[in-house]
């Protein structure tokens, strides 16, 4: 099983609502991803969590709030987002084994800022 | 500064005519190479991870070479389900970021 799953797949907020987005996987990977995707552009990375501890931050405003409640679960709690922050987002995990290195993405959540 | 480079922007490609997509890359300690297929609005699909000089990797109609300084995705006689945005990254021997190019667009014509 290769899977990472994301919800919602789809979600429409307003500039003052709070919400989260969630990412799960059940491969045993040790790191998970934020990636922040534009039309036509590349992921952008946002967050990086490793055994579960923050380790990369690309310097991501502070309304955007990642958490990993544990191995498998990675959460991006959302306040105050403006229309610019409208996206794809999406969620990856990776593992490297030895010399062998995967990284799986989810099927990502499209996000409308209003 | 570490930085990774795809081209073409975007090919047009016959059914059946082959063609090949370059990554060139300039980092400091490669751990591995990635390449992805992406379709629109939808999350990147792992393809292979390449790791030193040397190396190929195939699967269907696509292969992946590895030099010290760039990658190919050769693609053999591609159909239109070949369609889509390759993109290649990069992972540093010093952390977990991965460094993506700006990837390709193909577009295979029945």
């Known amino acids: 099983d290769t899977e990472v799953t994301q919800t919602p797949k789809h979600l429409v907020m307003g500039m003052t609502n709070k919400k989260s987005l969630k990412c799960e996987q059940h491969?045993?990977?040790?790191?998970m991803y934020w990636y922040k995707q534009k039309a036509k552009k590349p992921p952008e990375l946002m967050f990086v969590?490793?055994?579960?501890?923050?380790?990369i931050n690309e310097s991501v405003p502070s309304r955007f709030s990642p958490e990993c409640p544990n191995s498998s679960l990675l959460n991006l709690h959302l306040h105050a987002l403006q229309p610019e922050d409208s996206a794809l987002y999406l969620c990856?995990?990776?593992?490297?084994?030895?010399?062998?290195?995967?990284?799986?993405f989810g099927p990502g959540t499209r996000l409308t800022v209003t | 500064e570490d930085q990774v480079t795809q081209s073409p922007e975007a090919l047009r490609l016959q059914e059946g005519e082959s063609s090949s997509l370059n990554c060139s890359y300039t980092?400091?300690?490669?751990?591995?190479l990635f390449w992805y297929r992406q379709d629109p609005g939808k999350g990147p699909e792992f393809l292979f991870t390449?790791?030193?000089a040397g190396e190929e990797k195939e699967k269907e109609r696509l292969k992946a070479t590895l030099t010290k300084k760039e990658s190919f995705l050769h693609i053999t006689a591609p159909k239109p389900e070949d369609s889509a945005t390759y993109l290649c990254?990069?992972?540093?021997?010093?952390?977990?970021?991965?460094?993506f190019g700006k990837g390709t667009r193909l577009h295979i014509l029945p």
């Open positions: 990856a995990s990776s593992q490297s084994t030895g010399l062998r290195i995967v990284q799986y």
């Open positions: 491969m045993g990977h040790r790191a």
């Open positions: 969590y490793s055994y579960e501890k923050l380790s």
């Open positions: 980092v400091s300690g490669l751990r591995g």
């Open positions: 390449l790791y030193s």
């Open positions: 990254a990069v992972q540093l021997n010093r952390d977990d970021k991965i460094i």
